[in-house]
């Protein structure tokens, strides 16, 4: 079956970068139409999707994050790495990895990592 | 970008009784529209995707129905188990965006 895990810092300080790994099992990324996701939720509020790696390595970002983020892939140790640059606290949520087929939505998710910005 | 809408914020029924949310597109999104249950503590479940298809293992009580901007999930009849947050998503195009939710409680 799909499994995803989250991990990486659970606290980081204000203007560092964040780098989170998504480690999968169930799927390869080097399958045509697969893709992996990474969304956020803050305490209390909406998800909010981040970015996304496909197969052939084709990566698309929130247009209002997209300069922070960068994410990539290594396929033969099944990992997606997130990375944000300069964390402020109002990026302090739950970071979610979550796998996707073609035009699909996200149908199997980790489940998620708290990653709190504060100094 | 697409923004989604979602009403009721909160919707409070009794267990056995019909639930209905609604989400709203700005703009058509054709039926590219997932619905997912999220409870406390726990990662988003997909629900319904392709506006009425019930994902893998999803009860027959939860449909949806709509196409273009407006969207419906019905909840035949409510179970201890459904209380929850629901969220609309919408990926027609990017980015992907989500609706604010909408949180489903026990009257």
């Known amino acids: 079956q799909i499994t995803l895990t989250e991990s990486g810092p659970t606290l980081v300080k204000p203007t560092q970068t964040l780098t989170l790994t998504c480690t999968f099992s169930?799927?390869?990324?080097?399958?045509?139409?697969?893709?992996v996701g990474w969304i956020r939720q803050p305490p209390g509020k909406t998800l909010e999707w981040l970015a996304l790696?496909?197969?052939?390595?084709?990566?698309r970002y929130s247009p209002s994050l997209k300069s922070r983020l960068t994410v990539t892939k290594d396929t033969s140790r099944n990992q997606v790495v997130l990375k944000m640059t300069n964390m402020d606290p109002v990026d302090t949520a739950t970071y979610y990895c979550?796998?996707?087929?073609?035009?699909?939505?996200?149908?199997?998710w980790g489940q998620g990592i708290l990653v709190t910005v504060s100094s | 970008e697409i923004v989604m809408t979602q009403s009721p914020v909160t919707l409070s029924v009794s267990p056995g009784e019909r639930a209905t949310l609604s989400c709203r597109a700005s703009?058509?999104?054709?039926?590219?529209l997932a619905w997912y249950q999220q409870k406390p503590g726990q990662a988003p479940r997909l629900l319904i995707y392709?506006?009425?298809t019930r994902a893998t293992g999803i009860p027959a009580r939860f449909s949806g129905s709509g196409s273009e901007t407006e969207f419906t999930l019905t909840i035949s009849s409510l179970q201890s188990e459904d209380f929850a947050v629901y969220y609309c998503?919408?990926?027609?195009?990017?980015?992907?965006?989500f609706g604010p939710g909408a949180k489903l409680d026990i009257k």
């Open positions: 979550a796998h996707k087929f073609d035009w699909n939505p996200f149908d199997y």
């Open positions: 169930g799927f390869s990324l080097s399958t045509s139409d697969v893709a």
């Open positions: 790696i496909y197969w052939d390595d084709d990566k």
């Open positions: 703009q058509s999104v054709s039926s590219k």
């Open positions: 392709g506006a009425s």
């Open positions: 998503q919408h990926y027609n195009n990017w980015p992907p965006l």
